[in-house]
Nanobody, 125 residues
């Protein structure tokens, strides 16, 4: 059974860089046709896709966040890391890592088959 667990600071100051880690167990992040994404949900808003790192190691980012977002992986630790720079209070949200499988379109359509429980991040001075 695949399990995803997000971790990171719950409170970040404005202008700082947020860094979150997703620890994956029960499967390798390099397994073919698995895609690992970061999604967030701000208070009172819907889910927002931030970016994806597929099994290949390439990265894809939301155009609205691309300038501030970096996703990378540590295959030795089976971890996916999200970094979001120059945060503002508008970046306050619950951040999730999630997996899609099979075709890339499943990621586009948000057909995630595994989710982490999410981690609350608050941006405040």
């Amino acid at each position: 059974q695949v399990q995803l667990q997000e971790s990171g600071p719950g409170l970040v100051k404005p202008s700082q860089t947020l860094s979150l880690t997703c620890n994956v167990s029960g499967g390798s992040i390099t397994t073919n046709y698995h895609y690992w994404s970061w999604i967030r949900q701000a208070p009172g808003k819907g889910l927002e896709w931030m970016g994806t790192i597929p099994y290949s190691g390439n990265t894809y980012y939301s155009p609205s966040l691309k300038s501030r977002t970096s996703i990378f992986r540590d295959t030795s630790k089976n971890q996916i890391t999200l970094q979001l720079s120059s945060v503002t209070p508008e970046d306050t949200a619950v951040y999730y890592c999630a997996r899609t499988s099979g075709e890339w379109i499943h990621t586009i359509l948000g057909k995630y088959d595994y989710w982490g429980q999410g981690t609350q991040v608050t941006v405040s001075s």
